[in-house]
């Protein structure tokens, strides 16, 4: 698995995903920057202080508390722009790394942007709930790693299987392997903790789990 994560993250920057990868990290980070613009507007439009160093201090501690939020909200907005690319990021994986496999089929658009709407509600719910957490010491990163390990991993994954399997059978190889699509969804929630570095996130764990597939598929057919 570590070898399928390194391998990835290396074909993450090399020349046939660099548009892609541009692509992604400005849909991100105009995301995060209008969301980020958005809150401190909200704050300061409805909280005014008549003293200017009061007003200036609430200016600093919102900027402070939008880049943590921001930290917090990097795992839903890269799931939600991982919708727009995946299944072209997930034929070139099948195409270079697997020649001799025929490539998958891509997801209707309907169903595919159904399910990225889901799985970034339900992201967004738990970021909340682990931003909310953050004064108290350990259990924020606790729920934040283990949560988001979860459903970045069954994310992923899911929409990597579905290029090949039905939802049903993507959802039994999944519950099948749950152990070690957890473990890859940690690494991936590793990356996403790292600031700049998660902005990949889409096109690497996008790629990673294209060879997360293949092995498990693999695995399951009879010698």
Do not use: C
Request: aromatic share 10%; charged share 15%; hydrophobic share 60%.
């Amino acid at each position: 698995m570590l070898q399928d994560a390194v391998a990835a993250f290396g074909r993450t920057f090399s020349p046939a995903y660099r548009r892609v990868l541009i692509r992604s990290v400005l849909i991100a980070l105009g995301l995060l920057a209008a969301l980020g613009i958005g809150a401190h507007w909200a704050l300061t439009y409805f909280v005014m202080l008549d003293w200017g160093w009061a007003q200036l201090t609430l200016d600093i501690l919102a900027a402070v508390g939008i880049f943590i939020g921001a930290i917090f909200l990097v795992p839903p907005v890269t799931s939600l722009v991982a919708g727009l690319f995946l299944d072209e990021v997930a034929e070139r994986a099948e195409v270079e790394d697997f020649p001799a496999d025929p490539p998958g089929r891509a997801l209707p658009f309907v169903r595919s942007l159904a399910m990225t709407l889901k799985f970034f509600g339900v992201m967004l719910v738990v970021n909340v709930i682990a931003l909310a957490l953050l004064l108290v010491p350990g259990v924020n990163l606790v729920v934040f790693y283990i949560a988001n390990g979860y459903l970045l991993g069954r994310e992923y994954f899911q929409l990597a299987a579905m290029r090949f399997r039905s939802e049903e059978e993507a959802g039994e190889l999944r519950r099948r392997h749950r152990l070690s699509i957890f473990l890859a969804g940690l690494i991936i929630a590793v990356l996403v903790s790292v600031p700049i570095l998660n902005l990949v996130t889409p096109v690497f764990a996008t790629i990673f789990m294209v060879r997360l597939h293949k092995r498990l598929t693999r695995r399951a057919l009879p010698s």
